[in-house]
T-cell receptor, first 109, second 114 residues
Framework: RKEVEQDPGPFNVPEGATVAFNCTYS??????FFWYRQDCRKEPKLLMS???SGNEDGRFTAQLNRASQYISLLIRDSKLSDSATYLC??????????FGAGTTVTVRA | EAQVTQNPRYLITVTGKKLTVTCSQN?????MSWYRQDPGLGLRQIYY???????DKGDVPEGYKVSRKEKRNFPLILESPSPNQTSLYFC?????????????FGPGTRLTVL
């Protein structure tokens, strides 16, 4: 079983729509959680960290559910520039991050 | 400008011909790491380094070597490349570790081994 699993999508949504997707992780001892964004096989960049209480950054909301071992990302009022692959990243210790394979989002005009 | 640089960006080589991909960061980061990215598999860690002269294996270290003689540089060495090492490679660095710190990635090296 993969350590981090994501629905690959693609999620194809119109501008202005809301899109949400989840990621599940297998290690209950996981400590830190992140969403990274990757454009067209370029380098990943941190979108946001995910905190236990859930957190919001502009149009982006991340939630963590430790009991069910998943994290979610919600994008409100989608923009064309939100088209990307979103990587779920989970940390088990200070040395290693585990990456999901990514969820592709395409926002159409 | 704070950045992680990798060279070369693109490389086509043949089986068995030793190659080195360089990685350098100018942020005085202690932690550096190498990943490979393959379709459907996500990024997989090859090696990491917690500081100068401290390196350890990640999930997929076979066929790779690394060294960390200086804080800023973390080269990836393929002694005898094989076609299954064809992949997109990313170097990353962060202040102290993989835990709470933001990972800063280099632009990637697309390697093809024929």
């Amino acid at each position: 079983r993969k350590e981090v699993e994501q629905d690959p999508g693609p999620f194809n949504v119109p501008e202005g729509a809301t899109v949400a997707f989840n990621c599940t992780y297998s290690n209950s001892a996981s400590q830190s959680f992140f969403w990274y964004r990757q454009d067209c096989r370029k380098e990943p960049k941190l979108l946001m960290s995910v905190y236990s209480s859930g957190n919001e950054d502009g149009r982006f909301t991340a939630q963590l559910n430790r009991a069910s071992q998943y994290i979610s990302l919600l994008i409100r009022d989608s923009k064309l520039s939100d088209s990307a692959t979103y990587l779920c990243v989970v940390n088990f210790n200070d040395y290693k991050l585990s990456f999901g394979a990514g969820t592709t989002v395409t926002v159409r005009a | 400008e704070a950045q992680v640089t990798q060279n070369p960006r693109y490389l086509i080589t043949v089986t068995g011909k030793k190659l080195t991909v360089t990685c350098s960061q100018n942020m005085n980061h202690e932690y550096m790491s190498w990943y490979r990215q393959d379709p459907g598999l996500g990024l997989r860690q090859i090696y990491y380094s917690m500081n100068v002269e401290v390196t350890d294996k990640g999930d997929v270290p076979e066929g790779y070597k690394v060294s960390r003689k200086e804080k800023r540089n973390f080269p990836l060495i393929l002694e005898s490349p094989s076609p299954n090492q064809t992949s997109l490679y990313f170097c990353a660095s962060s202040s102290h570790g993989a835990g709470m710190d933001t990972q800063y990635f280099g632009p990637g090296t697309r390697l093809t081994v024929l």
